[in-house]
């Protein structure tokens, strides 16, 4: 993919580089909001993508360039000290108490009690087509790489919950069937609504509150001392996505959206009932059980997602009630 | 319902659905088989789901609205 356009200094040095250039000596200083800082999530990301599909004409070694992982473990600190202020009223509610239930119920409690914003409603009753694949855009920083960087958690995990996380990614990646891999029906989708399929084609018209929905993922499963994280945001994840997905699925339904749209949903609405099981019960506990400190870091990583998605959707949202576009550039254009 | 396979094991969760592995279909009460298509199925159990036999998360609406309605006290 190419190199996107600088935001700040931050960005502007990651850019370059990976043209090649050595990278700069750095003043990050200390940031407040870095979760909504455009600069260090289009930083994050760029460094995060190393590990993935790269950038043309980027060294293939820039990886591990030790600079970039120094600079992406300093934003990284910027980033946890944000999500645990933001976080630390929703962790509270679901800390063990004596007698008190099990940790899957205060997991899917604390998911079933967030008060967050979520594009689905409107999907379903108001969303324009336009808007819609707005929706598709922003979801495809994530979705075009479905389950991916929670692999990178996998092998870190303890054996019980590997046996679950194996069920889950089986049927991720298409339970043996190639064609029904979900991020493939998502591009399916995309294609579909005549948008460009290919992983980062729309980074520049992505917000920081959208490339932070990948960014927490990637901050979790990279990172070995932060691995019982992963496995809570995976969690929360999938507890926020069948419901939201059949309302999203009306939405499409009542646009009259190609049915590719409405598959890749469908599907989530079935799979993610089961998912959401297997990992609150079958992955979460197994880390815990492990490992009883970790306990913390698993309620970290699900109030994550639940605040991640919610700073996410609320921008979106705004833009939409005021006729505006939720994008940074006007990267749509919707076939007809 | 009626679950049909060689090596079938059920895991019920607790205020969920039945999670079940091993089976090749299932049949609901009318005698409609339901072709199993990933290695672990969702089975309803509280029959609000509106995909049924298989759960669509649709239980979890009673524990929303009883934590709403202990916000509201």
Known sequence: M????????????????????????????????????????????????????????????????????????????????????????????????????????????????????????????????????????????YNLRETDPQVFAMPRLPGRAQVAMAELVYDEYGAGRPERRHSLLFADAMEACGLDPTPGAYVDALPATTLAIVNVMNLFALRRDLVAASAGHYGAFEATSSGPSQKASGGAERLGLDPRVRDYLDEHVEADAVHEQLVFRDVCEAVVAADPASEELVLLGAATCLVVEDAAALPVLAAWESGRSSLLAPAVQVAS | MTVRGNDVRVTPCPDGPLLVRGAEEVLDDDGVAHPVTRAVVAVCRCDMSQRMPWCDGTHRASARARINREAKQ
């Open chain 1, 2 to 141: 190419k190199i996107p356009t600088p935001r700040g200094p931050l960005s502007a040095a990651v850019a370059s580089a990976l043209r090649g250039k050595d990278l700069p000596a750095l003043d990050v200083g200390t940031l407040r909001g870095a979760l909504g800082d455009e600069d260090v999530q289009l930083a994050l990301w760029m460094i995060y993508q190393l590990h993935y599909d790269g950038f043309a004409g980027a060294d293939l070694a820039l990886e591990w360039d030790a600079g970039l992982i120094a600079l992406r473990r300093r934003l990284e600190d910027e980033v946890l000290a944000d999500l645990r202020e933001r976080t630390a009223p929703v962790v509270e509610g679901a800390r063990a108490t004596d007698d008190g239930p099990g940790l899957a119920e205060r997991l899917f409690t604390m998911v079933d009690s967030f008060d967050g914003a979520g594009t689905s409603s409107y999907l379903q009753r108001r969303a324009t087509t336009e808007q819609f694949a707005e929706h598709l855009v922003h979801r495809s920083i």
